[in-house]
């Protein structure tokens, strides 16, 4: 057997033990985890950065935040605005609408669940919504999710609180302060209410609502309050996310074109992992998919990290996320464009990164008549 055949069994063999397999973590809330605006993206982005040394992908069936792409805008550093953007929240949403749904089908499959949901309960359905109440929705949830296939793992979330200053808003409930710190204190209360194995992150712990210190309006949080609640996240999880540092791993960041009449949710335009993994010595490969079908493809793969950049006016939407000065081109196989990244062989390439983005050009998408995929890095392991 030839070292390079050696080499690779022992990949194989190691990609089907899943030792280092990926994590899939789903976000299930409101506003707090979906992101209030781009400029606030949500705990989830310096939670991906958080997450660097481990090898995560963020699943749902949303994208971005309540309002539009999270992308090259903001305050925040150019490493959060690339954070993996998928999700299941949704802005404005109690907790006792998110259990209907799941209890009739579960939108996503994960490893792992985040549940951050209750503030609208508490503050638009009174007084049918009591403490209690949202309470025994989550925990409710929880059990859903937990019963799915392979047992996933949930970590719930107390609610962050809320400044005096949002009970001047109509319709809010007056009580509102004091049923989150009612509700927060039956989350972590001892016995806890949840199922065996139920984490709990208390978020609300050392955050203070008070506009411009962790909110920016009171209730929602700004950088500094997305960081402090996705450092408190990162803390409850601990060993639900495997690390993965120095072996092979793709991690999607950035988004698609934003689709002009989606909200910041769906987008146009997808790089995937197709299968396997990049370890040494394989054809790794990703599909390009929701380009158009008369579009074509090419790819940027480059070694060095790139500022987000607003493509412009010609593709409102679209964002360039990896160094165009190097190309490869996808191979229509079966009726899929799968782009092929041949890994050496050679031990040395252990922990490098590679940046991958995917643009398709023609189709009649917008003005420019090309638009790009998300981007993702590989990182080269055993």
Same mark, same amino acid.
């Given at each position: 057997?030839?070292?390079?055949?050696?080499?690779?069994?022992?990949?194989?063999?190691?990609?089907?033990?899943?030792?280092?397999?990926?994590?899939?973590?789903?976000?299930?809330?409101?506003?707090?985890?979906?992101?209030?605006?781009?400029?606030? !993206?949500?705990?989830?982005?310096?939670?991906?950065?958080?997450?660097?040394?481990?090898?995560?992908?963020? =699943?749902?069936?949303?994208?971005?935040?309540?309002?539009?792409?999270?992308?090259?805008?903001?305050?925040?550093?150019?490493?959060?605005?690339?954070?993996?953007?998928?999700?299941?929240?949704?802005?404005?949403?109690?907790?006792?609408?998110?259990?209907?749904?799941?209890?009739?089908?579960?939108?996503?499959?994960?490893?792992?669940?985040?549940?951050?949901?209750?503030?609208?309960?508490?503050?638009?359905?009174?007084?049918?919504?009591?403490? @209690?109440?949202?309470?025994?929705?989550?925990?409710?949830?929880?059990?859903?999710?937990?019963?799915?296939?392979?047992?996933?793992?949930?970590?719930?979330?107390?609610?962050?609180?809320?400044? !005096?200053?949002?009970?001047?808003?109509?319709? /809010?409930?007056?009580?509102?302060?004091?049923?989150?710190?009612?509700?927060?204190?039956?989350?972590?209360?001892?016995?806890?209410?949840?199922?065996?194995?139920?984490?709990? @992150?208390?978020?609300?712990?050392?955050?203070? !609502?008070?506009?411009?210190?962790?909110?920016?309006?009171? *209730?929602?949080?700004?950088?500094?309050?997305?960081?402090?609640? @996705?450092?408190? /996240?990162?803390?409850?999880?601990?060993?639900?996310?495997?690390?993965?540092?120095?072996?092979?791993?793709?991690?999607?960041?950035?988004?698609?074109?934003?689709?002009?009449?989606?909200?910041?949710? !769906?987008?146009?335009?997808?790089?995937?992992?197709?299968?396997?993994?990049?370890?040494?010595?394989?054809?790794?490969?990703?599909?390009?998919?929701?380009?158009?079908?008369?579009?074509?493809?090419?790819?940027?793969?480059?070694?060095?990290?790139?500022?987000?950049?607003? *493509?412009?006016?010609?593709?409102?939407?679209?964002?360039?996320?990896?160094?165009?000065?190097?190309? @490869?081109?996808?191979?229509?196989?079966?009726?899929?464009?799968?782009?092929?990244?041949?890994?050496?062989?050679?031990?040395?390439?252990?922990?490098?990164?590679?940046?991958?983005?995917?643009?398709?050009?023609?189709?009649?998408?917008?003005?420019?008549?090309?638009?790009?995929?998300?981007?993702?890095? =590989?990182?080269?392991?055993?």
């Amino acid at each position: 057997m030839t070292n390079r055949a050696l080499v690779g069994a022992l990949c194989t063999a190691l990609s089907l033990t899943s030792l280092h397999a990926q994590t899939r973590v789903a976000f299930v809330g409101d506003s707090i985890s979906h992101g209030f605006t781009p400029a606030h !993206p949500s705990y989830r982005a310096p939670l991906w950065q958080l997450l660097s040394s481990h090898c995560v992908d963020f =699943v749902g069936t949303r994208i971005g935040c309540a309002g539009g792409s999270s992308l090259a805008v903001g305050t925040l550093p150019t490493g959060l605005k690339r954070f993996d953007q998928d999700h299941e929240a949704q802005s404005g949403r109690p907790a006792f609408d998110i259990l209907a749904q799941w209890v009739v089908a579960a939108p996503v499959s994960a490893d792992l669940y985040v549940i951050q949901a209750g503030t609208n309960d508490l503050a638009w359905w009174q007084p049918v919504m009591t403490p @209690a109440n949202t309470l025994a929705a989550l925990v409710a949830l929880t059990s859903v999710i937990q019963a799915l296939p392979g047992s996933p793992q949930v970590c719930v979330c107390t609610l962050p609180g809320a400044d !005096p200053s949002v009970l001047t808003l109509p319709g /809010i409930s007056p009580t509102l302060l004091t049923d989150i710190a009612r509700l927060n204190a039956l989350i972590t209360a001892s016995p806890s209410p949840f199922p065996a194995g139920t984490l709990i @992150a208390p978020i609300d712990v050392g955050f203070d !609502p008070t506009p411009n210190v962790h909110t920016f309006d009171g *209730i929602h949080p700004n950088d500094a309050g997305e960081a402090k609640i @996705a450092a408190t /996240i990162f803390a409850a999880i601990g060993s639900s996310v495997i690390s993965t540092t120095g072996f092979a791993c793709w991690k999607e960041f950035g988004m698609g074109c934003e689709h002009p009449e989606a909200n910041g949710d !769906p987008e146009v335009g997808h790089l995937r992992q197709l299968g396997g993994r990049p370890i040494l010595g394989a054809n790794y490969q990703l599909l390009l998919s929701e380009i158009p079908a008369n579009s074509l493809p090419i790819a940027f793969v480059s070694l060095t990290d790139f500022p987000p950049i607003l *493509i412009g006016p010609t593709a409102p939407g679209c964002t360039l996320l990896v160094d165009p000065t190097t190309t @490869a081109s996808p191979a229509l196989v079966g009726g899929q464009w799968i782009l092929t990244l041949p890994i050496p062989t050679s031990t040395s390439f252990i922990g490098t990164e590679v940046f991958v983005q995917g643009i398709a050009v023609g189709g009649g998408y917008n003005p420019l008549d090309a638009l790009n995929t998300n981007a993702g890095i =590989v990182r080269i392991g055993t």
